[in-house]
């Protein structure tokens, strides 16, 4: 299972392609709302509750400061991927800084300014570590992604 964790609702548009990607590859997933600053006992207290549950890794999404990726770091050893999200202030390089300059010894796998997408893929290509099923669909994906491209530049080729 996959639990997803976004700092506020209005980071939901971007973290549903994650969602969508688990959902193409009926990966369980679930989605929290909490605050690394507003609610820390309770984010600390849902990724204990998570992982007793099945949680193996965890998406954390968020703005501005975005140090809920860093959180959820901190109160596990399994795989965390961030996610962080453009801002009006910033553009998203204050997100994106928070999540990348973790100290050693407490990772962050951090993907793009609203790289939900990659997120989604990142998590189902280390679940498909150990199952060979998930492996072969990440494979069908890959061919599907190759054969638009090609069929774009086969088009573009028909219309020079």
């Keep these: 299972m996959v639990s997803i964790i976004m700092g506020s609702k209005s980071d939901l548009e ?13 990966v369980e997933y679930e989605v929290k709302i909490l605050s690394a600053h507003r609610t820390p006992e309770q984010t600390k207290e849902y990724i204990k509750s998570a992982e ?12 501005k400061a975005a140090h809920l990726a860093g959180v959820i770091a901190s109160y596990t050893t399994k795989p965390v991927i961030g ?6 202030d910033l553009g998203g390089m204050d997100s994106l800084l928070s999540m ?5 010894g407490i990772p962050v796998a951090t993907v793009a300014i609203n790289g939900s997408e990659n997120a989604g893929i990142l998590a189902v290509q280390m679940l498909s570590i150990n199952d060979e099923n998930l492996s072969k669909k990440l494979l069908e994906h890959r061919e599907k992604q190759v054969q638009k491209i090609l069929s774009d530049d086969e088009e573009l080729q028909k219309n020079i």
């Design 100 to 104: 990348v300059q973790m100290p050693s």
């Design 14 to 26: 971007t973290v549903k392609k994650s969602v969508d990607i688990l959902k193409h590859f009926s």
């Design 52 to 63: 007793k549950r099945g949680t193996k890794i965890f998406i954390g999404a968020a703005g």
């Design 83 to 88: 996610i962080p999200i453009k801002t009006s």
